[in-house]
């Protein structure tokens, strides 16, 4: 198992953002893109609220393109939201999503009602390239935890990270055991206030994992070179100004399973 500590966090997810929109983007339609919905429940209504999410996702959102996870958000300022999430898609998918046979209706009538209010709709495209999440499959409980890390990149650095990127994605690979994590572009721009440029996930089977002693600077210097950990933090200071941390646990009442 991937050993983790809250240093460790803070360095290998660094390395899980990826190339800005406004880079050059992938045309093809082989990328895995997740459509993110964040949440805020009436409290007073949770439980038909629970009821109700369980019943539309099982009808409308219960597997391929359209699967539905619905995710508590447990830890930072939005603590106490939810994540409804559906993929992983494509563009051409949004063409086709639910919409009829009462979809619409019953989301309005039935959903809606007992929501305060509806925050961020974002597209997050996984970079296949970077990420290690071969082994992840359908089953989300496996890992039920998501360390979620936003990243907002530097104005007029975004040129160093392809390399800074390519160096942390060697040292989590050569790291032992299964080690799932996932690097995501936020596919529409945010601007300087929003952020929100990057989001990288380690999946976690739970919470003890917190406590595993990581030795990602040992590997790295194994990798890359004695001389090479200092010059890598400074590329990472000076890509990156401001990250911050969510910690998501599945919701598999919510999710219809």
Do not use: C
């Amino acid at each position: 198992m991937f050993k983790r500590s809250i240093s460790f966090l803070m360095m290998v997810a660094i390395l899980f953002g990826a190339i800005l929109t406004v880079q050059a983007q992938d045309n093809s339609t082989s990328y895995q893109m997740w459509e993110s919905v964040m949440i805020t429940p009436d409290y007073t209504k949770l439980k038909v609220l629970g009821e109700n999410m369980r019943k539309h996702n099982q009808k409308y959102h219960k597997d391929g393109p359209y699967k539905a996870v619905v995710y508590n958000i447990t830890t930072g300022p939005n603590a106490g939201k939810l994540i409804w999430e559906m993929g992983p898609l494509t563009y051409s998918h949004l063409d086709a999503r639910p919409s009829k046979g009462g979809h619409d209706e019953d989301w309005r009538d039935n959903v809606m009602p007992n929501i305060k209010k509806m925050h961020t709709v974002e597209y997050w495209k996984e970079d296949a390239k970077l990420s290690n999440t071969a082994m992840l499959d359908d089953d989300n409980s496996k890992y039920p935890l998501l360390y979620i890390r936003y990243w907002e990149v530097n104005p007029n650095q975004d040129y160093q990270i392809n390399g800074l990127l390519k160096q942390i994605s060697e040292t989590i690979k050569a790291e032992k055991g299964e080690n799932p994590w996932g690097v995501y572009d936020n596919e529409m721009r945010q601007g300087l206030k929003i952020g929100r440029h990057i989001a990288t996930v380690s999946f976690m089977k739970n919470w003890a994992e917190m406590d595993e002693d990581g030795k990602f600077k040992e590997t790295f210097l194994k990798v890359h070179g004695k001389d090479s950990w200092d010059s890598f933090v400074e590329g990472m200071s000076d890509a990156f100004s401001n990250s911050w941390d969510e910690i998501w646990e599945y919701n598999k009442a919510m999710s219809g399973k």
